[in-house]
């Protein structure tokens, strides 16, 4: 099975819609703020389960958190969108939060570009933005998927 991790949709998903919709083994969508109503339509549309967090766009007051933790697949898997850890300077405030949640992979936005990287053990996953990509970041999610244990990440590209 596969997580699908998008972020930074800002209103503008049906590109987007159409490259998720030939994934095959999609268990759920996480959405990592800016703009959360982006994945009520999502969900509608190819009838996938959502979880999100808000970012610094969403309007919607407190009934989406900042912050959530899930477990899939046995991992501890940390949301954010990461305005409120800094994350365009670094991840370093970020790392933290990871530990002293105890989280396995960390999954956060905010900046735009994507990133894959590993401190310590623990994955960092930005999917990038799916709409407005910035430092000439092409539109872009991720996909993660986990396979004996191992966790596999990757980008894609719409």
Request: net charge positive; proline share 3%; aromatic share 6%.
């Amino acid at each position: 099975m596969k997580l699908i991790i998008i972020s930074d949709t800002h209103l503008r998903v049906n590109s987007l819609i159409q490259r998720i919709r030939g994934i095959e083994n999609v268990d759920m969508i996480l959405h990592l703020g800016d703009m959360v109503s982006d994945a009520e339509k999502i969900s509608r549309r190819l009838g996938k389960n959502t979880v999100e967090v808000r970012g610094n766009s969403d309007m919607v007051g407190d009934r989406i958190p900042l912050t959530r933790k899930i477990i899939w697949q046995n991992k501890t898997i940390l949301m954010t969108h990461g305005h409120e850890y800094n994350v365009k300077s670094s991840l370093n405030r970020l790392y933290y939060k990871a530990l002293e949640t105890q989280s396995d992979i960390v999954l956060f936005g905010h900046t735009h570009k994507p990133m894959i990287e590993t401190l310590e053990g623990i994955l960092f996953f930005n999917p990038g933005s799916a709409t407005y990509p910035r430092e000439g970041s092409l539109p872009s999610f991720g996909i993660i998927s986990i396979k004996n244990g191992e966790v596999q990440a990757d980008i894609v590209t719409i």
